[in-house]
């Protein structure tokens, strides 16, 4: 009897002691494996004017969420009546060296979409060039082009869309990756 | 009608009027102790009520043959008569009433203190709503709604509270596993429990600051005592989501040499596709759990000892049209009447979706130092690993089961309990206990929901109780000490470690007086806390489904409630009525509100959520009506009401349940041929619409109108090859209404399941034994 008391005391005892065992993954740092895409280029050549070469860059810091996008220059500036070329750069600006990640969207082409869509007012058209390795191929958009008409200012957003096994050259499915909005101008 | 007597020599009871009597109250079936129980002598006009041990005592009797009266709803009336010569004490079996049994029997709890509000769900009550998840299953108690997030994921709300100031006791232990996200149901599977008992009100002293808002018990059956093998077969079949669950028991007892040790495996398999609202399915929505427990046990006359495992693993599909990354998705999200995807039924899970693992591994062990005095330990560790798997986890991974987020949280608690009876009036419960906590969160974003955090808490309480004729009156005290540190990158790219330290005071004050044998009042005041979790410090990041990104804020300060709730109960042979009220003060409550600043992602722009603190109060009533007009025939009338209020800058709450009114007619039929305890109910259920909810923009859709839903139901027992079958069938929303509730978070996106006939049986898978009273 009293040593089974003893036993269920030393039991007690036992359960605190391994209870205060240090279990501690918690401080275990976790590697930041994936990528940011911290930086939006539009990289834009006039094909008729080999000077016509206008790039505008989005920035945002993702650890800054608050903080608004930085845009430089502040506003991309294009010559009325005019046909450009549009070309996309990504980039993970969090890792050193630079992550160039629409390279890895171009490979990963066949689940993702761009779609441009210009505000009301400002006279430009966007379509795309380049297409995907699906069957059929469908656009993807990190190249297209660009054309613009009257003069006239607004706005250019741009959204990449994440479809993986859904891509059907449409909108609606899958979930949006990047949302990104350049003020336009053209004179 | 069993009971028997130890009578004992018992030392200095000179004087011949100076007799002392213990009884020892137990449910015949259950072997469980039944508190709050009158216990009349019918020659002396004495009475007394038994304590939360089940024991009840009179002193100074002189000898002579008395009629003890034992009288408790749900129960027979026992009526014994015992030759008194010297002190002594016996046990008294009760027997649970069979014909009208009430579905939720006002039966008290042994862990509660009795002054508490409280309600069980059990027997035939439980069997009606085996196969339905725990928060939704819970509905049916007056004072509790339920939280969800589509039809998979159901959390128990109680007077209004839910989450973290919710604790749920699965078999004794506190439920640690990722309460903190209102999209995180409890990772329990409710075919462990035969009865689940909820506490409405404060029980911080007893179980610490997570039981701020109230507790949830499930209670796992009594090990069997009788020598042999035992087992059961639950099946439940659901038609608007396919469902099929089977869950499977089997216990044994040994004899001989072995007696007193007994064991019990379990196992649970339930898989669910998409549900079916009025007109369309809702895509992703099924789930597949698989869920297995043992325990083994040793009883002896002065101690027990108990080893307890159970693992649980789920999978459950999230709507695919509750997914939205941006303002402008959720935006087009809301405007269309129904999800865009098309859908058809099918039980395959896509993302985004959960799976969770939880692992809980319970030693424990009791002894009787004496007569009255006993002391338990417990000790338990628990895994959960959780990870929710989205499609857009990686911006350039082709995986489709890529995890977006990942949380696996270890948990480690101790408690030691001293339970004693003294000087006849009194009674002391005492108590330490320990835990410590890690918690490790992986995601593909820059920062997360909850950071990585470690913990070591302790507490210990001491809890007095007095009962004198027709009252009883409790106090307790309780003090905590939390040490926390959190794990996480900086703004500038860090890992830094800032710590947190908490301890608190926490008090209880009740009473209960039985006014005659028909009524009862009880009064209870409970002071509680609750630290600040890491995710309300630390939180930074887009929740799943949601469209939200939620900001922590580490000045963030404890959270003190002062809950005063007041209840009386009037039952006759006719007529039962149960009203409760409660006013629940509660001084820097956490959550969340709007910044009204937008939060810049690359995938767009979110509305930003910031933790924050505001004096509130949370107030309402509970009522329960049941009245026989007829034997056979009675009505049910629930009705649960809740109110809060921001006094700090004078505006409503947000996900406040809207006003529930339940109310049923019942009809018992006679027996007839194998046939036992026939039954069928009719039920409608009226939510009111939610007008009371803040007037800026914290929503992103108005609250839906209200609702009515009819329900029906019927079952029995069916007496074969000696075994008796339960059958039950139940039809929920027969009239396939459409309607959304406020507190599910997924009605941005689409109605609620339409119209689900579930059928149930509960099969003996051994013939019933000839039951042997000695």
């Given at each position: 009897?009293?040593?089974?008391?003893?036993?269920?005391?030393?039991?007690?005892?036992?359960?605190?002691?391994?209870?205060?065992?240090?279990?501690?993954?918690?401080?275990?740092?976790?590697p930041l494996?994936n990528?940011?895409?911290?930086?939006?280029?539009?990289?834009?050549?006039?094909?008729?004017?080999?000077?016509?070469?206008?790039?505008?860059?989005?920035?945002?810091?993702?650890?800054?969420?608050?903080?608004?996008?930085?845009?430089?220059?502040?506003?991309?500036?294009?010559?009325?009546?005019?046909?450009?070329?549009?070309?996309?750069?990504?980039?993970?600006?969090?890792?050193?060296?630079?992550?160039?990640?629409?390279d890895?969207?171009?490979?990963?082409?066949?689940?993702?979409?761009?779609?441009?869509?210009?505000?009301?007012?400002?006279?430009?058209?966007?379509?795309?060039?380049?297409?995907?390795?699906?069957?059929?191929?469908?656009?993807?958009?990190?190249?297209?082009?660009?054309?613009?008409?009257?003069?006239?200012?607004?706005?250019?957003?741009?959204?990449?869309?994440?479809?993986?096994?859904?891509?059907?050259?449409t909108?609606?499915?899958?979930?949006?990756?990047?949302?990104v909005?350049?003020?336009?101008?053209?004179? | 009608?069993?009971?028997?007597?130890?009578?004992k020599?018992?030392?200095?009871?000179?004087?011949?009027?100076?007799?002392?009597?213990?009884?020892?109250?137990?449910?015949?079936?259950?072997?469980?102790?039944?508190?709050?129980?009158?216990?009349?002598?019918?020659?002396?006009?004495?009475?007394?009520?038994?304590?939360?041990?089940?024991?009840?005592?009179?002193?100074?009797?002189?000898?002579?043959?008395?009629?003890?009266?034992?009288?408790?709803?749900?129960?027979?009336?026992?009526?014994?008569?015992?030759n008194?010569?010297?002190?002594g004490?016996?046990?008294?079996?009760?027997?649970?009433?069979?014909?009208g049994?009430?579905?939720?029997?006002?039966?008290?709890?042994?862990?509660?203190?009795?002054?508490?509000?409280?309600?069980?769900?059990?027997?035939?009550?439980?069997?009606?709503?085996?196969?339905?998840?725990?928060?939704?299953?819970?509905?049916?108690?007056t004072?509790?709604?339920?939280?969800?997030t589509?039809?998979?994921?159901?959390?128990?709300?109680?007077h209004?509270?839910?989450?973290?100031?919710?604790?749920?006791?699965?078999?004794?232990?506190?439920?640690?596993?990722?309460?903190?996200?209102?999209?995180?149901?409890?990772?329990?599977?409710?075919f462990?429990?035969?009865?689940?008992?909820?506490?409405?009100?404060?029980?911080?002293?007893?179980?610490?600051?997570?039981?701020?808002?109230?507790?949830v018990?499930?209670?796992?059956?009594?090990?069997?005592?009788?020598?042999?093998?035992?087992?059961?077969?639950?099946?439940?079949?659901?038609?608007?989501?396919?469902m099929?669950?089977?869950?499977?028991?089997?216990?044994?007892?040994?004899?001989?040499?072995?007696?007193?040790?007994?064991?019990?495996?379990?196992?649970?398999?339930?898989?669910?596709?998409?549900?079916?609202?009025?007109?369309?399915?809702?895509?992703?929505?099924?789930?597949?759990?698989?869920?297995?427990?043992?325990?083994?046990?040793?009883?002896?006359?002065?101690?027990?000892?108990?080893?307890?495992?159970?693992?649980?693993?789920?999978?459950?599909?999230?709507?695919?049209?509750?997914?939205?990354?941006?303002?402008?998705?959720?935006?087009?999200?809301?405007?269309?009447?129904?999800?865009?995807e098309?859908?058809?039924?099918?039980?395959?899970?896509?993302?985004?979706?959960?799976?969770?693992?939880?692992?809980?591994?319970?030693?424990?062990?009791?002894?009787?130092?004496?007569?009255?005095?006993?002391?338990?330990?417990?000790?338990?560790?628990?895994?959960?690993?959780?990870?929710?798997?989205?499609?857009?986890?990686?911006?350039?991974?082709?995986?489709?089961?890529?995890?977006?987020?990942?949380?696996?949280?270890?948990?480690?608690?101790?408690?030691?309990?001293?339970?004693?009876?003294?000087?006849?009036?009194?009674?002391?419960e005492?108590?330490?206990?320990?835990?410590?906590?890690?918690?490790?969160?992986?995601?593909?974003?820059?920062?997360?929901?909850?950071?990585?955090?470690?913990?070591?808490?302790?507490?210990v309480?001491?809890i007095?109780?007095?009962?004198k004729?027709?009252?009883?009156?409790?106090?307790?005290?309780?003090?905590?000490?939390?040490?926390?540190?959190?794990?996480?990158?900086?703004?500038?790219?860090?890992?830094?470690?800032?710590?947190?330290?908490?301890s608190?005071?926490?008090?209880?004050?009740?009473?209960t007086?039985?006014?005659?044998?028909?009524?009862?009042?009880?009064?209870?005041?409970?002071?509680?806390?609750?630290?600040?979790?890491?995710?309300?410090?630390?939180?930074?990041?887009?929740?799943?489904?949601?469209?939200?990104?939620?900001?922590?804020?580490?000045?963030?300060?404890?959270?003190?409630?002062?809950?005063?709730?007041?209840?009386?109960?009037?039952?006759?042979?006719?007529l039962?009525?149960?009203?409760?009220?409660?006013?629940?003060?509660?001084?820097?409550?956490?959550f969340?509100?709007?910044?009204?600043?937008?939060?810049?992602?690359?995938?767009?722009?979110?509305?930003?959520?910031?933790?924050?603190?505001?004096?509130v109060?949370y107030?309402?009533?509970?009522?329960?009506?049941?009245?026989?007009?007829?034997?056979?025939?009675?009505?049910?009338?629930?009705?649960?009401?809740?109110?809060?209020?921001?006094?700090?800058?004078?505006?409503?709450?947000?996900?406040?349940?809207?006003?529930?009114?339940?109310?049923?007619?019942?009809?018992?039929?006679?027996?007839?041929?194998?046939?036992?305890?026939?039954?069928?109910?009719?039920?409608?259920?009226?939510?009111?619409?939610?007008?009371?909810?803040?007037?800026?923009?914290?929503?992103?859709a108005?609250?839906?109108?209200?609702?009515?839903?009819?329900?029906?139901?019927?079952?029995?027992?069916?007496?074969?090859?000696?075994?008796?079958?339960?059958?039950?069938?139940?039809?929920?929303?027969?009239?396939?209404?459409?309607?959304?509730?406020?507190?599910?978070?997924?009605?941005?996106?689409?109605?609620?399941?339409?119209?689900?006939?579930?059928?149930?049986?509960?099969?003996p898978?051994?013939?019933?034994?000839?039951?042997?009273?000695?």
């Amino acid at each position: 009897m009293k040593n089974f008391r003893n036993v269920i005391l030393f039991l007690m005892f036992g359960t605190i002691i391994a209870s205060c065992n240090k279990n501690n993954v918690a401080n275990v740092q976790h590697p930041l494996s994936n990528e940011f895409l911290t930086t939006t280029i539009l990289n834009l050549q006039n094909v008729s004017n080999p000077n016509d070469k206008p790039s505008i860059s989005y920035y945002l810091n993702p650890n800054t969420p608050t903080v608004p996008p930085v845009i430089t220059p502040d506003t991309l500036k294009l010559t009325k009546n005019a046909t450009y070329t549009c070309n996309i750069v990504i980039l993970d600006q969090t890792k050193t060296p630079v992550d160039t990640v629409s390279d890895v969207i171009k490979q990963r082409e066949n689940i993702h979409l761009f779609f441009f869509y210009p505000t009301s007012g400002l006279m430009l058209t966007d379509s795309i060039t380049d297409h995907d390795t699906n069957i059929p191929p469908l656009p993807f958009g990190l190249q297209s082009q660009i054309k613009t008409e009257a003069a006239s200012t607004g706005s250019l957003r741009v959204v990449l869309r994440h479809q993986p096994n859904v891509k059907n050259g449409t909108y609606g499915p899958g979930s949006t990756d990047l949302d990104v909005t350049y003020p336009v101008s053209i004179k | 009608m069993a009971f028997s007597i130890f009578a004992k020599n018992s030392q200095g009871q000179k004087s011949d009027c100076h007799i002392s009597f213990h009884g020892h109250l137990i449910d015949i079936k259950t072997r469980e102790s039944i508190p709050g129980t009158l216990v009349r002598i019918k020659e002396l006009d004495k009475a007394a009520v038994s304590d939360s041990a089940g024991v009840f005592s009179f002193s100074d009797l002189c000898p002579g043959q008395y009629s003890f009266t034992c009288a408790v709803i749900g129960y027979d009336t026992l009526v014994k008569k015992i030759n008194l010569a010297k002190s002594g004490h016996a046990v008294f079996e009760l027997s649970g009433q069979e014909l009208g049994t009430v579905e939720i029997s006002g039966k008290q709890k042994k862990e509660a203190l009795s002054t508490v509000a409280h309600e069980t769900l059990a027997g035939v009550a439980i069997d009606e709503v085996r196969g339905e998840s725990l928060g939704e299953s819970l509905k049916d108690i007056t004072g509790l709604n339920s939280i969800q997030t589509g039809p998979g994921i159901s959390k128990p709300v109680i007077h209004g509270l839910y989450s973290n100031r919710i604790l749920i006791l699965n078999n004794g232990v506190g439920q640690a596993g990722q309460q903190w996200g209102s999209d995180h149901a409890p990772e329990i599977d409710p075919f462990t429990a035969s009865e689940i008992t909820v506490i409405k009100g404060a029980e911080s002293v007893r179980y610490g600051s997570d039981a701020m808002g109230g507790v949830v018990s499930l209670q796992p059956k009594e090990m069997p005592r009788t020598p042999g093998i035992d087992g059961e077969l639950n099946l439940v079949g659901a038609s608007n989501n396919g469902m099929g669950v089977a869950s499977i028991m089997l216990e044994g007892a040994f004899g001989k040499n072995l007696a007193g040790l007994s064991w019990r495996i379990q196992g649970t398999v339930n898989r669910a596709g998409n549900s079916e609202a009025p007109g369309y399915y809702l895509d992703n929505t099924g789930d597949f759990e698989r869920d297995y427990s043992a325990q083994l046990s040793y009883r002896h006359e002065i101690f027990g000892a108990d080893l307890y495992y159970s693992s649980y693993n789920t999978q459950i599909g999230i709507l695919t049209a509750s997914e939205v990354g941006n303002l402008a998705d959720l935006d087009s999200a809301l405007k269309s009447s129904k999800p865009n995807e098309p859908s058809k039924f099918t039980y395959k899970i896509t993302t985004p979706y959960q799976t969770v693992a939880h692992n809980l591994l319970k030693t424990s062990g009791y002894i009787y130092l004496s007569d009255d005095s006993k002391i338990q330990a417990i000790y338990s560790q628990q895994q959960d690993l959780r990870e929710e798997v989205a499609n857009d986890a990686s911006y350039t991974n082709t995986q489709v089961n890529s995890v977006a987020d990942s949380f696996f949280i270890i948990t480690n608690s101790a408690e030691v309990e001293w339970e004693t009876r003294y000087l006849n009036n009194f009674s002391s419960e005492i108590g330490i206990s320990g835990s410590t906590q890690s918690n490790y969160h992986k995601t593909v974003d820059f920062y997360g929901v909850i950071p990585n955090f470690l913990n070591y808490g302790g507490g210990v309480y001491a809890i007095q109780k007095w009962q004198k004729g027709f009252w009883t009156l409790e106090g307790g005290l309780r003090y905590d000490y939390l040490w926390e540190q959190v794990y996480m990158y900086n703004e500038n790219l860090e890992y830094v470690a800032p710590l947190h330290e908490y301890s608190h005071l926490s008090g209880t004050l009740g009473a209960t007086c039985q006014i005659s044998d028909r009524l009862t009042w009880n009064f209870n005041y409970g002071n509680a806390w609750r630290p600040p979790e890491p995710n309300e410090l630390y939180g930074k990041g887009v929740h799943l489904s949601a469209a939200s990104f939620e900001l922590g804020d580490s000045a963030l300060g404890v959270e003190q409630s002062n809950n005063f709730s007041t209840s009386a109960r009037y039952e006759s042979p006719k007529l039962k009525v149960e009203l409760g009220v409660y006013y629940n003060i509660i001084n820097n409550f956490i959550f969340l509100e709007p910044t009204g600043k937008p939060i810049y992602q690359i995938s767009g722009v979110v509305p930003g959520f910031q933790y924050t603190q505001a004096n509130v109060l949370y107030e309402g009533a509970d009522l329960d009506i049941n009245y026989h007009f007829t034997p056979r025939f009675s009505i049910v009338s629930k009705s649960t009401i809740v109110r809060a209020y921001n006094y700090t800058i004078h505006d409503y709450l947000i996900y406040v349940p809207a006003d529930r009114f339940d109310n049923g007619l019942k009809y018992e039929f006679r027996n007839f041929g194998k046939v036992t305890k026939p039954y069928l109910v009719a039920s409608n259920v009226y939510v009111r619409h939610q007008d009371r909810v803040p007037v800026n923009n914290y929503d992103y859709a108005p609250p839906p109108p209200a609702y009515t839903l009819f329900n029906a139901g019927f079952g029995f027992f069916v007496m074969s090859q000696k075994r008796n079958i339960e059958i039950n069938l139940t039809v929920n929303n027969i009239a396939n209404t459409t309607y959304r509730d406020y507190l599910d978070r997924l009605r941005y996106f689409s109605a609620e399941p339409g119209r689900n006939i579930m059928l149930r049986l509960k099969i003996p898978l051994w013939p019933e034994k000839t039951v042997n009273n000695d």
